[in-house]
């Protein structure tokens, strides 16, 4: 068996860690950026880095929009209300297939309801 060289672990969201925001606020741009820069375990991401990423839109923040609740968000969606908060709270993210619907639903969630209607 291969011995793995990096350490995985998971976050309690209920339990984060504590930061002392205040020397991070005291900090300009140009020493953020140069802390980020030294940091050999955390490069900031390249541009191209970035516009490969996936980005999945934030549940809560669509839900605000469309100014529904969790459950009025999942009834109108075929979605699992324990599925929807999971998502909100992060005990999960959404897969591939969840991550297309919510972002079709982001551009236009009259159609994917209508669609869901019929």
């Known amino acids: 068996m291969k011995k793995r060289s990096t350490t ?3 976050l309690n969201p209920k339990r984060l860690p504590k930061t ?3 020397s991070f606020d005291a900090m300009s741009e140009v020493e953020r950026h140069q802390a980020a820069l030294s940091d050999p375990d955390a ?3 390249t541009r191209a880095q970035l ?3 996936r980005r999945v839109p934030s549940i ?3 839900r605000a929009k469309l100014n529904l609740t969790q459950e009025e968000f999942a009834a109108r969606f075929h979605l699992p209300l324990g599925t929807v908060r999971d998502w ?3 005990a999960h993210r959404p897969d591939r297939a969840a991550q297309v619907l919510l972002k079709v639903i982001s551009k236009d969630p009259d159609a994917v309801a209508r669609a869901l209607e019929s």
């Open 8 to 10: 995985s672990f998971r």
């Open 20 to 22: 002392d925001w205040r």
């Open 43 to 45: 490069p900031p991401a």
């Open 51 to 53: 516009a490969q990423a």
């Open 60 to 62: 809560r923040a669509l």
């Open 88 to 90: 909100e709270q992060g």
